[in-house]
């Protein structure tokens, strides 16, 4: 995609040896606070008033993925259940109107990848999530990882929406499958979050130009925006965000039937003009310490990124 070195960097970063020397060097932390909120709840609870003053809303994302025991995967819904009672005495203050909070949700984070009932696992955590967000008044997304797991994490999903509705889904539209998902899942009320997609894919299953994905990503705009359910725009590209308002003029969509969404850190001068030109914005907001795999796939996105994580070593 836009990075030649994207695939190569996304390999290397699964290299135990890639990862140790990238979490010990010298100039890794300071370009990981520009992606990530910090490692506690606390700086995310912080980053997330600061957001909600200047009138964005957000979606929090405890970083983690691929947990391999279930004890770690206790360990992380108990972290979502005190960020959940925390995001819900926010709201109760009166700091957060109706739904600007969410929580982001990653199902291998929860055990889906466990190799014995991982999937019902994953489903048990991720109800108790959302029982624990609906007490809350707060929404829950979930995200996309690799195709390998888009089944499963779909069918959960469904599952899911069985008795909480409001519960978001996230589509890659580099996937050559994500066209027909969209149509399957525009229905009423479904809220659909619409990404190009960050993992390594073969071609197999998945678009591998720039041109191809950004194609896809405007036809599944047309699907969604042309559905009864709540289109989540979630991309930086200046064409997408246009070919979203062009879509919402199209369908006669009001400023309220959907919504723009960026990663915390990128393009923060973008995020809030659209949300001072009255359209929602909601801003992904990562924290943690797990923060290696999200942060690589933030620095294989652009070279620029990688660029300045380099030079930052070699004037140590
Ligand atoms: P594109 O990559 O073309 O970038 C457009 C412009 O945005 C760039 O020119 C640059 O200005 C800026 N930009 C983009 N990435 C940048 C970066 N890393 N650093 C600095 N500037 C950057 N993916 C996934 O597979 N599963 C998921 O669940 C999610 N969830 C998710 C939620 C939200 C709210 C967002 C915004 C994105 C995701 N993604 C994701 C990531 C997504 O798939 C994609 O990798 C990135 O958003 C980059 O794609 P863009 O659409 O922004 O376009």
Request: charged share 25%; with cysteine.
């Amino acid at each position: 995609m836009a990075n030649p070195l994207r695939p190569a960097i996304l390999a290397a970063s699964r290299s135990p040896r890639v990862k140790s020397a990238i979490t010990h060097a010298p100039g890794t932390r300071s370009l990981v606070t520009r992606f990530v909120a910090g490692e506690s709840r606390a700086d995310a609870l912080a980053a997330t008033r600061a957001l909600l003053d200047s009138g964005r809303s957000v979606s929090l994302d405890h970083l983690g993925e691929d947990t391999t025991d279930i004890t770690q995967a206790k360990v992380v819904v108990a972290e979502y259940r005190s960020l959940l009672g925390d995001l819900g005495a926010l709201a109760e203050a009166g700091e957060a109107g109706a739904r600007r909070l969410e929580v982001s949700v990653k199902l291998s984070a929860l055990g889906q990848a466990l190799p014995r009932d991982g999937d019902k696992i994953a489903l048990d955590h991720a109800r108790e999530l959302c029982e624990a967000a609906q007490s809350a008044g707060v929404w829950v997304s979930v995200d996309a990882e690799d195709h390998t797991t888009t089944d499963s994490t779909l069918s959960i999903v469904s599952a899911l929406r069985a008795d909480f509705p409001w519960v978001g889904a996230v589509l890659q539209a580099y996937l050559r499958r994500t066209e027909s998902d969209c149509r399957d899942l525009a229905g009423p009320d479904s809220r659909i979050r619409l990404c190009k997609g960050a993992y390594r894919e073969s071609a197999s299953v998945a678009f591998q130009s720039t041109a191809e994905v950004d194609d896809s990503y405007r036809r599944c705009l047309t699907i969604l925006f042309g559905g009864d359910g709540y289109p989540m725009v979630a991309s930086h590209d200046p064409a997408m965000i246009d070919a979203a308002g062009a879509e919402a003029r199209r369908t006669g969509r009001g400023p309220d039937r959907y919504e723009h969404q960026m990663l915390f850190g990128i393009r923060d001068v973008e995020q809030q003009r659209l949300a001072d030109a009255g359209t929602r914005m909601r801003v992904y907001v990562p924290y943690g310490a797990q923060w290696y795999g999200y942060f690589m796939r933030r620095l294989a996105e652009r070279p620029a990124n990688l660029t300045f994580f380099l030079r930052s070593l070699a004037t140590r």
